[in-house]
Every structure is written in structure tokens, then in C-alpha cells.
């Protein structure tokens, strides 16, 4: 079984700063999918960033990049210019492309935002 | 473009008592279709999911069960609730073409069992 671990429960950054959260993961497939989620007070779980394990190049939307490290398996979110409304929790999310539909989450990072 | 709804937003039931919690889709055609549960301080557990209208696969054993009875709509259901039952629930689809495609979750619906 994949296994998804997020090593950081909590980390504090101040606005317009630059903030990593980490990600392992444990798999012996070579075909995956890795995914950042933000869950903000409101709960609801919003995708930020996906990764195709074949693709060598790391995946970025505007603010949000990873460090997509295959051998290492090791996939880290990139926060970059922090704003206040990205206190949320941010959940690392992987995805078998051989077997199953299910979604593997980490616990979490609690990230707050300073002004 | 395509919209997730949950409903209700807040249910609070007591243990025994029967459950039904609503998901539908909009915007798009022929979706696969999940239910998650989120426990306190955790991540998130795939209870059910859905490829097509009355396709349902369980991914874990409990009092709980889901049905499709349209192609955008999905109910989970119980007939009684325990109190282990209480968590925040969301609902995700995905497009159908492959199970690979990322899932959108809903806003969820939080169920206190007491």
C-alpha cells in the first residue's frame, strides 16, 4: 500500500515570503500522480497543483510550485510571495495509475499566514 | 463549467437514526463519482466510488452505503447512524475518460452523530 507522509504538522510564514511544505511518499510503481490540496476554513478541498511521475519537469500555477524528486520520492510545495489568504491546510495527495481510484492523502500541514 | 453541490451543509442526527447526504454535478457528462470522509486532524479516506449509474464499489467494510441513481447524482445512506460515524463527508468527481484525471471535491457536509 501507498503510503504519503507529511512531516511538518504545522509552519508559520510571513506575508510576501516564500514557504516549503514537504512530502514523501512510499511506492513501488514508476507510473503516478502526485497532488498538492488546499483545505481553507471553509473546508472545502481545493486542488493546487498536480504532477505527472513521468514528467521530469516540475509542475507550477502562478504562486505554487513543487520539487518533484522521483528517486528520493519526495514531492515539496513551493509557496512563493505568501498572501494571507493562504492559510488553509495543505494536504499531499498520490494516485496509483495501476490500481484503484482512491485518492492517498497525508495528514496535513497547517499553514498560517503573517501579516 | 462544471459545479459540485453538497447538501445539507450541517446535519446533526442522533445514533440510530437514518442518514441520506446529497452530491450532484453540473456541467458535465457521464462523471466517476466519490465519497471521502474526513476524521478529525486527518487526511481523507475514499469510502465509495462510482463509474457509471448503478456501478457502486465500496472501499472500506462499515454501516454505510451509496447509490447512483442518476448519472450526476450520488447519495451516501445509512440506515443507522453510529456515533463513529461523525466526520466531514465531501463528495469529488472526475471526468470519466480515466481514473487518473483529478478529482474536484465538493464544499462537504459536516455530521455530528450524538
Known amino acids: 500500500a501507498q503510503t504519503v507522509t507529511q512531516s511538518q504538522p504545522e509552519m508559520s510564514v510571513q506575508e510576501a515570503e516564500t514557504v516549503t511544505l514537504s512530502c514523501t511518499y512510499d511506492?513501488?510503481?514508476?507510473?503516478?500522480?502526485l497532488f498538492w490540496y488546499k483545505q481553507p476554513p471553509s473546508r472545502q478541498m481545493i486542488l493546487v497543483i498536480r504532477?505527472?511521475?513521468?514528467?521530469?519537469q516540475n509542475a507550477t500555477e502562478n504562486r505554487f510550485s513543487v520539487n518533484f524528486q522521483k528517486a528520493a520520492k519526495s514531492f515539496s510545495l513551493k509557496i512563493s510571495d505568501s498572501q494571507l489568504g493562504d492559510t488553509a491546510m495543505y494536504f499531499c495527495?498520490?494516485?496509483?495509475?495501476?490500481?484503484?481510484?482512491?485518492?492517498?492523502f497525508g495528514k496535513g500541514t497547517s499553514l498560517l499566514v503573517t501579516p | 463549467s462544471q459545479t459540485i453541490h453538497q447538501w445539507p451543509a450541517t446535519l446533526v442526527q442522533p445514533v440510530g437514526s437514518p442518514l441520506s447526504l446529497e452530491c450532484t454535478v453540473e456541467?458535465?457528462?457521464?462523471?466517476?463519482l466519490y465519497w471521502y470522509r474526513q476524521a478529525a486532524g486527518r487526511g481523507l479516506q475514499l469510502l465509495f466510488y462510482?463509474?457509471?449509474?448503478?456501478?457502486i464499489s465500496s472501499e472500506v467494510p462499515q454501516n454505510l452505503s451509496a447509490s447512483r441513481p442518476q448519472d450526476r447524482q450520488f447519495i451516501l445512506s445509512s440506515k443507522k447512524l453510529l456515533l463513529s460515524d461523525s466526520g466531514f463527508y465531501l463528495c469529488?468527481?472526475?471526468?470519466?475518460?480515466?481514473?487518473?484525471?483529478?478529482?474536484?471535491f465538493g464544499p462537504g457536509t459536516r455530521l455530528l452523530v450524538l
Open positions: 456541467g458535465t457528462s457521464n462523471p466517476n
Open positions: 511506492t513501488s510503481e514508476s507510473n503516478y500522480y
Open positions: 462510482s463509474v457509471g449509474i448503478g456501478q
Open positions: 469529488a468527481w472526475s471526468s470519466g475518460v480515466d481514473k487518473q484525471e483529478t478529482q474536484y
Open positions: 495527495a498520490f494516485m496509483s495509475s495501476n490500481s484503484g481510484y482512491a485518492l492517498n
Open positions: 504532477q505527472e511521475a513521468y514528467k521530469q
